[in-house]
């Protein structure tokens, strides 16, 4: 007598999904454990910046303060005011046709992926038109051999009757 497949193959996948459960469950612990140890050097940490320690690593000397001051500013120098009229305008005209050249430069760039889009587009769509255009023509004399062979049959049957 010959024992069924699913005698053996039910326990067998039974105890192969409860060791990947045993293993998930290891990971799972693991896991926890690191996020455990985690959670506690964060919570030591806030705790040594509440009580106003620093890490012991850190010394005075390499500390570095959140806003730098700023140095005094330089005593005035005069310049002519002429001079740092054209400056400015000179900085503010080279500014404007970086600008422009940079918008031209952007524009022209858009301009051409249009038309790359655009040939792209209409090259794959000749492609698709190609790949069905065969299956129709090939399904539209499949469809008139097999009206042919249908109106043969009905002209035996017709004169058999007849």
Same mark, same amino acid.
Do not use: Y
């Given at each position: ?13 039974? /105890? @192969? ?15 926890? @454990?690191? @996020? ?11 705790? +040594? ?11 005075? =000397? ?20 002429? =001079? ?12 404007? +046709? ?15 992926? +249009?038309?790359? +889009? ?6 794959? /769509? ?15 004399? =499949? ?10 049959? =009905?002209?035996? /049957? ?5």
């Amino acid at each position: 007598m010959r024992r069924s497949p699913l005698r053996w193959m039910i326990p067998t996948f039974l /105890a @192969l999904q409860l060791g990947l459960l045993w293993i998930q469950g290891a990971q799972i612990h693991r896991q926890n @454990l690191l @996020l455990q140890g985690l959670r506690e050097d964060l919570q030591a940490l806030a705790d +040594s910046l509440d009580n106003g320690q620093g890490a012991d690593w850190q010394d005075e =000397a390499q500390a570095v303060p959140a806003v730098q001051r700023q140095a005094p500013n330089p005593p005035p120098q005069r310049i002519a005011v002429l =001079a740092a009229e054209e400056e400015k305008d000179a900085a503010a005209k080279e500014l404007k +046709s970086s600008q422009d050249s940079a918008q031209k430069a952007v524009k022209d760039a858009r301009e051409v992926q +249009s038309k790359l +889009s655009i040939e792209e587009n209409s090259r794959k /769509a000749d492609e698709q038109r190609k790949a069905n255009a065969t299956p129709t023509s090939w399904r539209s004399w =499949a469809i008139a051999l097999s009206g042919a062979a249908l109106l043969l049959l =009905a002209r035996v /049957a017709l004169r058999r009757r007849g």
